[in-house]
DNA sequence: CTCCATAATTGACCACGGTCAAATTTCACA
DNA sequence: TGTGAAATTTGACCGTGGTCAATTATGGAG
């Protein structure tokens, strides 16, 4: 199976086996964290081959991609069943659980950040997917709450995310790290969203 | 040596060593690129054995922050020597050519991102300095410049940074790369320093 | 010049992700 | 139910980064 399309498997030996890999691995993220994974400890507990694994997956991180895209997808879900923020704060807090997520262990982080753009369309993965879909959830908030009217709500969104990243980024990093993450992401928004020219 | 506080080594025989070691890393790179290259063939060129080389650098990441954040400060020197600049494509102009190296190979981006910010104090290395040097002449800049007076030029500069990674990110995304990074940073650019704002 | 503490080097060895030809299982069809 | 082509699984093997106890070179004191 998989290699280029990934279409649907034929035998339903695959789906056992590919749920067998997967709920392994995510057996040792809760016991331990994404970092802590080696394929070995997968395939023991999930009771398969080395081979196996990568005939289900390209590669370590490629599971990795799936586990982690699935947890933001679910953050998503419900920032989606939030109402239409109104405010920065509300964005804010919106956020809140997904950033805390992202930024929760710098594996995870680092992952995130070379996962979200894919190099080629036919490797477009959980976690691009899930950054495409934030994408359109912020666009469709920034039309209705009208914080800059200068630049399209698309343009506003990017450059949430860009600030989103740059605040996790800083929190790891010693020299910056006395501000709070939320702290520092909200003096981003109020910069981007609201800044304020005198003419 | 090393370990701890990498004071100064003992022994010339130890700066020779270390400077054949940079140098054929330097030599693999030069004919193929930062991707490509191997301990084994850096240890082979500079005819030592394995273990000296990392006795000499944490490991191989260790080695490529000093010879990537070296190429960055070669860079930045020459933005210095820039006259500050007053407009936006002036910005776009001088970043130009570091911005193209951070964009050569995506090997080269990935590693810069996961150094630009040191997680400890005593860990903190050449590419991290270099971003601290870097937000250092965007400061004077946009205090020279005055492109936004509601926040610091320090602000100013984070974001112009924040922007700059997010240009480069979306470059090596399927999805986005039609748009080159100039014209992507360019956007960002007068988004951020010149927002038009109806009163 | 000799001695020896310590700095520097060595290379066999390990960890872990990833490959692939061969073996096994499945299932559509007769 | 039997059969064979295709799907799936297997595990020995490889590449490469990284470790460490043992060995060797250095240079200052006597």
Redesign the pocket.
């Known amino acids: 199976?998989?290699k280029k399309h990934m279409t649907k498997?034929?035998?339903?030996?695959?789906?056992?086996?590919?749920a067998n890999l997967i709920s392994a691995a995510k057996h040792i993220i809760d016991k331990d964290n994404f970092e802590a994974?080696?394929?070995?400890?997968?395939?023991s507990i999930a009771?398969?081959?080395?081979?196996?694994?990568?005939?289900?997956?390209?590669?370590?991180?490629?599971?990795m991609d799936i586990i982690i895209g699935e947890k933001i997808d679910a953050y998503l879900d419900n920032l989606e069943a939030l109402p239409s923020p109104k405010t920065i704060s509300d964005i804010l807090n919106a956020f809140e659980p997904l950033v805390q997520f992202m930024a929760s262990e710098r594996y995870v982080f680092d992952l995130i950040i070379r996962y979200s753009g894919a190099a080629q369309i036919d490797q477009i993965g959980h976690i691009a997917t899930t950054f495409g879909r934030q994408t359109t959830i912020l666009e469709s908030w920034l039309s209705e709450a009208n914080f800059r009217n200068d630049i399209s709500p698309e343009l506003q969104a990017e450059g949430i995310q860009a600030f989103m990243i740059q605040a996790i980024a800083l929190k790891f990093c010693e020299l910056h790290n006395s501000q709070s993450i939320n702290d520092r992401f909200s003096l981003y928004l109020n910069a981007w969203l609201k800044p304020i020219i005198a003419h």
């Open positions: 199976m998989q498997p034929q035998q339903k030996r695959t789906l056992k086996t590919r994974l080696r394929v070995e400890d997968v395939i009771r398969t081959a080395k081979g196996t694994f990568f005939a289900h997956f390209k590669d370590k991180d490629a599971l």
